[in-house]
């Protein structure tokens, strides 16, 4: 290659545009033409993951099962009796924690039978009122922070039991409450063992990646076949899915213990196991906590996943509301889940924040305070609801449990405000979607689709070869030649273009936004903390106040995608831009720049590794808010993983399909983080 | 000076360091075999390693505080990592208490720390999630002490150290100061017979570290500890130590008293270090004195022998005669004229500055 070109990146960009430009020209539609698109030699792999499942679970390892009401050994395959066991104990310990607050028989029934119970009408397990569960709440909120949270929990738990969704809420809360532990669990454990021995962190590295990219919606099919549908495969996916960025959180902390602390943990003769627990893993313990947190965000986000494949609670209920376009009900649901998911990220950091007092000298009651008030509650609570047994005779005992949408509601009132402006701005809007998508999305879209393979290869791989180097150009063409293998490049194209859309308009909004704030330290961190509050929302509540303005279409799903991906551009522009090294600012004031030269001669150059960093994560939230748009209606790779949870050859084609997106993440991403770190290193930074 | 080190031959070697080298790469065990004495660091390199400590002996005898004193990358520090096995030596023998450190399995090894050796860290290593009296406690919680003892054993360390009143801060609520007195508490909670020290002031601003310094030497009056103190300041060296190892490139060029050091350089590397040195701020009488001759005629003035020439040097030089110099019994044990302690301060320096 002559030297100029290695010398400019700008030439070399140019060549690279010429090039693909030509080749865009040269290569026309043709079905034989493997410079136009490749041959889907790899379209047998869904059946192989299928035949491979199907032979894990009926076939394999037959081990002999005795069947008490048959009275004899059956043969059954291992691979099936172990998901079942696992599925039957999920179900039974989601079941025992939602009859703990909701009533029932099921738990009885479990150490009984269903004729136990129906000979003896009193073995039913009685509900909790809801002002007993939510007085409890509030003083766990109060002992492990104070009033403020306290009061936030009362106030969440009203809004709860007055607007009806108590029991949904309970619902989702009981599935949060088994899946959330267990994956912190799993977490912790295997974020330890990657972090002992390479040889675990080599192996687990890939398939975290490729599970941080896949989409919540490809996981659902194989867990639908191996685990049955239910609360417990709902549980069971969103383990799956909270699990990787627990593991990630982890390892990076005990990673950053710094070693002086290890060597004081060592010198003073700790053995493993007080090394782990007393000394590493509580020196990690912000990295673990900001781990569980991440969870329980993640636990909240899947609850309308989860409902696909039988999770009952606020996430069926929100699922059914939007289909049938009831969008009041959808928001009162959707700020449910919000509620709930403030509240238990206020709770988990403030459990993390206490400390023991050692020179407290308390008596019996003070020490049991908290135990005496919760019992006070209980009594308290049970003598309202015999008291509302009697004041609402004829009517619900709303002392004792609201019943599921017989609470107060605004809907109507949401209602009324979404027809008004469908009145009011039915042409505006319609003309802007027409326009958007006769103007903008349909000719990008053709765009993209009328590229020849080639020419995407060389476009890609030959970014990636300019910024990351030749082993990044090898990597991102391997992620791409897997979707051009298989029977889904057309569509992967669809995704990609939408992707596209909502990178470059988020990546704009956000940048310019993040960078205007950046400039005010009160602006900074009022944005800061807004991006903050925004993303403790559940990617679905995006999808609920566009439906209300622009209906069922693509463009809905553009627009949440934008609201969704705007978020991480903007948070990383301001961060990046605020930790500018001040000695560069006086550097830069001593030779007289002015305000705008600074930023873009000082400010933006160093900060614009950090930001690609959020355009980075802009991308995959873009790509994850696309494939959820599936549900309203694109026609992408989403749709078809979610047509593929109702067909039988469903698993293989849904991993296949989840897979071909987490590459499209994964090839931008190792573009994005090479090029950033080369940057930031030779910039001095980190 | 010949009278300290008998004594210190007498009692017994607590730390005892055999040949211990420490080398970096893939094949220090091949270039190991090959090695007769020192190693060169020419066929390290060639051998695709870095040699960190290179054939170093030594001993520490009871209640000795022996200072190891390099520049960064002089395997100072990895030469007290070896000893206190935070890493493994390559080769060669230490001994703690007449027990093979570098035999010992790793229960041993956790019991031998547990009881024995107390460590302070530059980074002063406090588990930040715990207070300063949990970091205190630490060690013997980690034994199986149980919570209400060690608090309050852990109280009176707080004490001992100065921070009585700061019991339930957390380490990031403290000043850097305040902070290595926590480390130094923590180190001392399970009364330690061997104390190491990583450059325990090179994080502290120079106030704080003369406070500190001053600090340990007031800990080290009542606790009498055997201690090896890794710096990289000469002068800390110099006011701490009994006796000083000064190493470079993995070899320790000279171990003596710090008088010794500065009066007698044994090689060019250490004479750098002593050039600059006020003598006057770190000699004592005894070490620049005549012997005591019993025909000159004397002055009226006494010295003791254990004073730091500065502070007397007023009065000897005020004296025409020879100034008699007593040791704690007000014996006389030896002579010094004004003459000479001018010399001993100013004569050396100028030859040296014209060679």
């Known amino acids: ?686 | 000076m010949a009278s300290q080190g008998d004594e210190a031959e007498q009692r017994q070697a607590v730390i005892k360091c055999e040949s211990v080298y420490k080398i970096f790469g893939n094949n220090a065990q091949s270039l190991l075999q090959n090695a007769q004495g020192k190693i060169d660091a020419k066929d390290a390199l060639a051998a695709g390693c870095i040699v960190g400590v290179n054939n170093v002996s030594f001993e520490v005898s009871e209640g000795e505080l022996l200072v190891i004193m390099g520049l960064s990358g002089s395997g100072k520090s990895t030469l007290l990592r070896c000893i206190s096995r935070l890493t493994d030596a390559t080769g060669g023998k230490i001994f703690v208490d007449g027990q093979d450190l570098l035999t010992m399995n790793s229960k041993q090894l956790m019991e031998v720390r547990r009881d024995k050796m107390g460590m302070v860290f530059q980074n002063f290593g406090l588990l930040p999630h715990k207070t300063v009296l949990e970091n205190i406690a630490f060690p013997l919680q980690v034994k199986g002490i149980n919570t209400k003892d060690s608090i309050e054993r852990a109280m009176n360390m707080a004490e001992l150290v100065g921070l009585s009143g700061r019991e339930n801060y957390f380490p990031r609520e403290l000043s850097g100061g305040q902070q290595q007195r926590v480390g130094i508490a923590r180190s001392l909670a399970v009364e330690p017979d061997i104390w190491f020290l990583d450059e325990p002031f090179s994080a502290l601003d120079p106030l704080i570290r003369k406070e500190m310094q001053d600090e340990f030497l007031r800990l080290q009056s009542v606790l009498n500890k055997t201690i090896l103190f890794v710096t990289h300041d000469f002068d800390e060296a110099l006011r701490l130590a009994d006796r000083i190892a000064i190493m470079k490139e993995g070899v320790i060029e000279q171990l003596d008293t710090p008088a010794n050091i500065v009066l007698d350089p044994a090689t060019e590397y250490v004479r750098k270090f002593t050039q600059e040195v006020p003598r006057e701020k770190v000699l004592k009488i005894e070490d620049v004195m005549d012997p005591y001759d019993s025909t000159e005629e004397m002055s009226d003035i006494k010295v003791s022998k254990n004073a730091i020439i500065e502070v007397v040097a007023e009065q000897i030089l005020s004296q025409d005669k020879a100034v008699g110099v007593v040791d704690d019994n007000d014996n006389i044990v030896g002579s010094l004229h004004s003459s000479h302690v001018i010399n001993v301060l100013f004569g050396n320096r100028s030859q040296e500055q014209q060679g």
Not at chain 1, 35 to 53: A, H, S, Y
Not at chain 1, 138 to 157: E, I, P
Not at chain 1, 548 to 570: E, H, N, R
Request: aromatic letters at 12%; glycine letters at 8%.
């Open chain 1, 1 to 686: 290659m002559p030297s100029y070109l290695k010398s400019s990146k700008a030439i070399q960009f140019g060549v690279l545009f010429i090039a693909f430009f030509l080749l865009n020209a040269l290569i026309g539609p043709s079905e034989s033409n493997y410079l136009w698109r490749l041959p889907p030699l790899l379209k047998d792999i869904p059946f192989l993951i299928n035949d491979l499942v199907r032979g894990l679970m009926f076939e394999w390892m037959p081990i002999d099962v005795y069947d008490p009401s048959i009275d004899e050994y059956e043969q059954k395959p291992l691979f099936r009796e172990i998901t079942r066991a696992i599925s039957s104990s999920f179900s039974f310990v989601i079941n025992a924690v939602r009859e703990f607050i909701l009533g029932g028989s099921k738990t009885i029934v479990a150490f009984s039978s269903w004729d136990f119970i129906k000979e003896n009408p009193w073995a039913v397990w009685p509900a909790l009122p809801w002002t007993v569960v939510v007085g409890w709440a509030m003083v766990l909120g109060y002992k492990l922070q104070g009033r403020n949270l306290a009061f936030l929990t009362g106030v969440a738990g009203l809004y709860i039991a007055a607007f009806g969704q108590w029991s949904p809420s309970m619902q989702t809360l009981s599935f949060i409450l088994i899946a959330a532990p267990v994956s912190v669990f799993l977490g912790l454990a295997l974020g330890v063992f990657a972090y002992k021995s390479k040889a675990v962190e080599a192996f687990l590295n890939p398939l975290l990646n490729v599970a941080q990219t896949m989409p919540h919606y490809s996981y659902l099919v194989p867990i639908i076949v191996l685990f049955g549908v239910g609360d417990h495969a709902a549980a069971l996916v969103t383990i799956l899915f909270a699990t990787p960025s627990m593991v990630r959180l982890v390892l990076l902390g005990l990673k950053n213990v710094p070693t002086d602390v290890v060597d004081a943990g060592r010198m003073s003769g700790c053995n493993d196991f007080q090394m782990l627990f007393r000394v590493l893993i509580p020196t990690a313990k912000r990295d673990v906590l900001i781990g569980v947190n991440q969870v329980v965000m993640q636990c909240l986000s899947m609850t309308v996943i989860a409902a696909f494949i039988g999770a009952q609670g606020l996430g069926s209920n929100l699922l059914i509301a939007l289909n049938s376009l009831r969008i009041g009900t959808g928001l009162e649901i959707g700020i449910c889940i919000v509620l709930i998911a403030v509240v238990f990220d206020k709770m988990s950091l403030a459990w993390a924040n206490k400390q023991t007092d050692y020179f407290a000298d308390l008596s019996f009651t003070k020490r049991y305070r908290h135990f005496l008030i919760m019992a006070a509650i209980l009594v308290g609570g049970i003598v309202m609801a015999m008291i509302g047994s009697i004041i609402f005779e004829e009517d619900f005992n709303y002392f004792y449990i609201v019943p599921h949408n017989k609470g107060l509601t605004t809907a109507p009132f949401w209602q009324a405000g979404v027809d008004w402006v469908w009145d009011t701005f039915f042409y505006t809007l319609k003309s802007f979607n027409e326009w958007l998508i006769t103007g903008v999305l349909v000719p990008m879209r053709d765009a993209y689709l009328a590229m020849p393979v080639v020419a995407t290869f060389l476009l890609v791989m030959g970014t990636a070869y300019i910024l990351a180097g030749l082993r990044s150009a090898l990597i991102v063409g391997g992620f791409l030649l897997f979707i051009a293998f298989s029977e889904y490049w057309d569509r992967a194209l669809i995704t990609m273009y939408m992707a596209t859309f909502a990178v470059v308009v988020s990546g704009i909004i956000g940048i310019t936004l993040g960078a205007a704030c950046a400039q005010n330290t009160f602006a900074s961190k009022a944005v800061l903390l807004f991006c903050d509050f925004l993303q403790t929302f559940p990617s679905f509540i995006y999808l609920i106040p566009v439906i209300m303005l622009f209906g069922i279409t693509d463009t809905s799903v553009l627009i949440a995608s934008l609201a969704f991906a705007s978020v991480p551009a903007t948070r990383f522009t301001v961060e990046g831009l605020r930790s500018v090294p001040p000695v560069l600012q006086d550097a830069g004031s001593m030779c007289g720049v002015s305000r705008l030269q600074r930023l873009i001669s000082i400010e933006i150059p160093i900060a614009f590794p950090h930001i690609m960093l959020g355009v980075n994560q802009t991308v995959n939230f873009a790509l994850m808010m696309v494939i959820i748009g599936a549900f309203i209606g694109t026609i992408d790779l989403g749709q078809l993983i979610l047509k593929a949870i109702s067909e039988p050859q469903g698993t293989g084609i849904g991993i296949t399909l989840g897979v071909c997106v987490a590459f499209i993440g994964l090839a931008v991403d190792q573009i994005i983080r090479t090029w950033a770190n080369k940057r930031k290193l030779a910039l001095g930074l980190n």
